[in-house]
């Protein structure tokens, strides 16, 4: 073959596949797409996507090139979904918590929240009358955004999970509480509810829920909507199931989210479209189910609408074929995150890459030995709109994961989020459309981070190795985010709750740092062991030289609390000096029955770890900027026989919540509801809800 003739052959080969790439980056300027038939959604289900073409159409294009310059192998990553499971150790074998995850949904405080502070996140107590009784309400990130827990009240009533059954408990009379009524649940089993004036909503769990490490084929939420005007008769008013497991949920006004998501199914050789609505099958319409290009998954999440003022409507439902980690729902924005780790990170060019500016030459300028390791998180933005609808707005990328809800905020529109990675943590800030305005240094490489919150125009973030640095950031100029001050001490808070504007609530694990050094008295190496729960009170009126200012550790290293990784267990109230959170131990460690100032009798046999009991007690302290912590008693409910000699984890009531009305303390699991005293702890009733 003449020379003529092969340079011929390669300029129509290059006139070919320009004309292919042009064509491509024509018909692919929509971000948002609609499934246009069953064939199409089949492809999401088979794995075969967007990317998976265009990887096959690159691998072609770009063999000649390849054998020219001895064999570039662009090698697809692949990802762990981290899903709610932290896989850390793909990135780090440092000392972390027993658990870290991103359990997520924390709950609501009245806010007094500075005037620089417009996103109007919940910052001080719990405290909102209603008519003339004063009652807590369930800790939530963002004030008039209500969150489902397992626990609510109104002040005269108390609705509770115990088991498959949901209890709705009259207190009026604190001497004299009793069940009103007992919704047996028809829905699967109940893991949520939401409480909107006399509406309650019980969230259900139905099917078969998967191991940690995959989805269930037929898990489902059910959601059941109760007109309790009258308590001792509720009326089941609507129901609805969606096909996916249960996500996440949340009431704005009147209006119900519902978040699912889960892997898409097959029924009978079909793809799986159908949900019910009052137990009526009906199937979400092709044009309602949404894909966004370059996002590559099997999975479909879920959003559900519905007015709770309003029942006879139908609900609103659309499919994103998204997978999520993460969510944060701010009064006008919904959040949903992936977060995923690229751990063979060779990333294959794009298109653009290839056919950009540089035209062909792209492909003789493209370097294969540019990759990527660690994780990297999608953003995709849903706007609400005020008649309650929820529309896709914009999605993108950045490097780094995120803990949980708290480590995203919106002030003014503006997405803050923090994140960490390799290099360390840092926050960023985008616009309303998700373009980024600007992003802080990294602090604290190679370390973890383990809780972040926004206060106003400042984040505060806690990073662990063997010690704790808290970070406090200026996100005043939003271009230019600044690292202000940090404090080390031993330990970690997985939870930053406000205690005021100036003043930071840390709750976590103590630890103690060992330092190894070699002959010479060079350290070679430093580790760290959990010796305990930790409260910590940090004043941080000065940003630059935050201080810590009082302290409190809790039993050694097999405490834990269902507060490290969801806040929804808190119980605060600045106003009352009340502080109050579940603590897992075991059962002997509890004798503690009135006021003290001393831990002596919680401490002074934790040593052992062959005590085959455990029990979850409440622990209730005094809390103020003088005094700090100072424990006010224990209030026990259950103690569990064991069979084992040490399987301390894994048992006890993890449904105890604490609540106050008035000034009495009520706590409640799934077998009793107390009624206590809230100055001096004495009981002033039980009910018992089962054996």
């Not at 088991?163 to 949520?192: W, Y």
């Not at 973890?448 to 640095?469: A, C, E, H």
């Not at 048992?651 to 609540?659: D, E, Q, T, Y």
């Amino acid at each position: 073959m003449t020379k003529k003739i092969q340079l011929a052959i390669g300029v129509i080969f290059i006139i070919i596949i320009t004309t292919i790439a042009f064509l491509f980056l024509v018909n692919d300027n929509s971000e948002l797409r609609t499934i246009k038939s069953e064939r199409e959604l089949e492809k999401f289900y088979q794995g075969y996507e967007y990317s998976d073409a265009k990887e096959l159409f690159i691998n072609i294009i770009t063999m000649p090139f390849s054998l020219i310059s001895g064999g570039v192998n662009y090698y697809t990553p692949r990802y762990y979904n981290s899903g709610i499971i932290d896989y850390e150790d793909a990135i780090t074998t440092k000392s972390k918590s027993p658990s870290t995850s991103n359990g997520l949904r924390p709950a609501e405080i009245t806010s007094q929240a500075t005037s620089a502070d417009s996103s109007k996140s919940s910052i001080t107590d719990n405290l909102i009358p209603k008519k003339s009784k004063d009652y807590s309400t369930t800790n939530i990130q963002v004030e008039n955004v209500d969150e489902a827990d397992i626990t609510k009240t109104d002040g005269d009533y108390i609705y509770s999970i115990s088991e498959d059954n949901v209890i709705i408990t009259n207190v009026q009379d604190p001497q004299n509480i009793k069940i009103e009524a007992t919704i047996n649940s028809t829905g699967g089993i109940p893991e949520d509810l939401i409480l909107y004036e006399d509406k309650l909503v019980v969230i259900s769990a139905t099917g078969n829920y998967a191991s940690t490490y995959s989805y269930s084929y037929n898990a489902k939420t059910n959601v059941d909507i109760y007109d309790i005007s009258n308590r001792e008769y509720p009326e089941m008013i609507k129901s609805f199931e969606l096909h996916e497991p249960y996500y996440t949920s949340r009431c704005i006004n009147s209006e119900l989210y519902i978040i699912s998501s889960g892997k898409l199914r097959k029924e009978n050789d079909k793809i799986d479209r159908k949900y019910s609505e009052n137990r009526i099958e009906k199937e979400i319409p092709l044009k309602h189910i949404k894909y966004l290009k370059d996002i590559d998954t099997e999975v479909q999440t879920l959003i559900a609408t519905t007015d709770l003022n309003n029942s006879q409507q139908d609900i609103e439902l659309s499919s994103y074929l998204i997978d999520i980690s993460n969510a944060y729902v701010s009064e006008n924005s919904i959040y949903l995150l992936n977060q995923e780790y690229a751990y063979n990170g060779y990333e294959e060019p794009g298109l653009k890459d290839l056919f950009g500016f540089k035209g062909a030459f792209g492909l003789f300028f493209y370097d294969d030995n540019d990759y990527s390791e660690g994780y990297e998180t999608d953003i995709f933005k849903f706007d609400i709109l005020k008649n309650g609808e929820v529309t896709y707005n914009s999605n993108t990328k950045i490097e780094g994961k995120t803990i949980n809800q708290y480590s995203l905020d919106e002030q003014n529109g503006h997405l803050r989020i923090a994140l960490y990675d390799n290099d360390g943590a840092r926050v960023a800030i985008f616009d309303d459309k998700l373009n980024q305005i600007g992003i802080s240094s990294y602090v604290a490489k190679g370390e973890t981070m383990y809780s972040s919150r926004f206060m106003g125009n400042k984040v505060y973030l806690v990073t662990y190795q063997t010690i704790d640095p808290l970070f406090v950031i200026d996100l005043s100029n939003e271009s230019k985010p600044k690292v202000l001050g940090e404090l080390k001490i031993p330990g970690y808070s997985t939870y930053l709750h406000p205690y005021d504007e100036n003043h930071l609530i840390g709750i976590g694990m103590q630890t103690q740092e060992t330092i190894t050094k070699d002959s010479r008295g060079a350290v070679t190496s430093r580790t760290a062991k959990i010796v305990g729960m930790k409260m910590a009170l940090f004043d941080v009126s000065n940003v630059n030289k935050p201080k810590q200012i009082s302290e409190t550790v809790i039993g050694d290293r097999r405490t834990t609390s269902a507060i490290l990784t969801n806040p929804k267990a808190l119980l605060f109230s600045r106003e009352k000096e009340l502080i109050a959170i579940p603590v897992n131990n075991y059962a002997e460690d509890f004798e503690v029955t009135g006021s003290t100032s001393s831990y002596s009798s919680l401490v002074s046999s934790y040593t052992s770890y062959s005590k085959p009991r455990t029990a979850e007690g409440y622990f209730v302290y005094k809390i103020n900027l003088k005094d700090g912590f100072d424990l006010k008693g224990v209030i026990t409910h259950e103690v569990k026989e064991k069979n084992t000699t040490y399987s301390y984890y894994y048992n006890a009531s993890k449904l105890l919540r604490g609540m106050y009305i008035d000034n009495n303390l009520y706590t409640v699991s799934e077998t009793a509801v107390k009624v206590n005293n809230l100055d001096t702890l004495d009981l002033v009733s039980e009910l018992k809800i089962k054996e």
